[in-house]
């Protein structure tokens, strides 16, 4: 026989894993911290995670900075911690610079999952270290993404010549992490040259200029990977303005909607679309997991698509385009 209390807490165990008891009386706030938020990346994030809040009759609330970086996300993520929301979602601006400040909100008991970027190593639940602390990291895999990168302009490059980087600035762990995946694949090209990285500050004026610059230095520059939108459309923009269409070959990251004109003009060659309403999907839902007593799997890794000429029409393809 069971004693009543055994029977109570089986129950409750099974009520938690069916993931019910708390859904039915609770309505949940959670809050997505967006890196910016006029970034088409964090836009189309928005809206799976608006759509996964919806299933689950929870609120969210969307806020963040005018810009990507810590000075501006800082003060957000506390205006965001004194409402004290069920959850909080947030991609990080920094590997470092956030730790401290979400710090803050996991010692006030808010539940902690970070989207499209990690702090720390990214690693979390571990036990080790100052930033285990987050419960999930949901993104893309960006070592990948740099390394499908490289893969697409050597191969427009036909396997030799000088390239770079078009990147937004060091410490951000996606954006490091492409750099990465880029330069390791690069060395199977022993013909091609990785020139030093372009930091634009994810300023695309900027990104445009530093293409010109290099191109000035360089005039046999032969190909440029932009690692997220704004480096990507700046560096293309500066390719256009140096009349070298064509000849200079970019790859980009990101896929806002004015990359099919790009693709279509041949101005870019690729673009390589993350999955971002993904991310903020299944963010909502981990966190929604968590509330209602699930355990959730530390990381969990989205997609991409690679949108060239040859398939940018197909509508399973231009479906991940993201939204202005
Ligand atoms: O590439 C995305 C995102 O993954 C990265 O962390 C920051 O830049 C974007 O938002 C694109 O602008």
Redesign the pocket.
Known sequence: FLKASAVASLATGVAAVAGTTQAADKKFTIALI???TT????ITMRKGAEAAAKAIGATLVFQGGPD?NPVTQVPVLDAVIAKKPDAILI?PTDKDQLIQPLKKANDAGIPIITV??FIGTGVYQTGKGDADFPLAYI??D?LLGGAIAARALAKAVGEKGKVYVSN?KPG????DQREQGFKEEMKKYPNITVLETQYND?DANKAASQLQAVFARNSDLDGVFG????SALGAANGVQQAGQTGKIRVVA??APTSIVDNINSGLVDLAIA?H?AEIGYFGVMAAYAHLTGNSIPTAIGTGFTVIDKSNVTDKNVAKFIYSD
């Open positions: 967006p890196g910016l970034d088409a990346f964090y990507f991609a499209d970027t993104a893309s960006n937004v951000i762990s996606t954006t994810d690692a997220n939108l704004f990251f990101d993350q971002p």
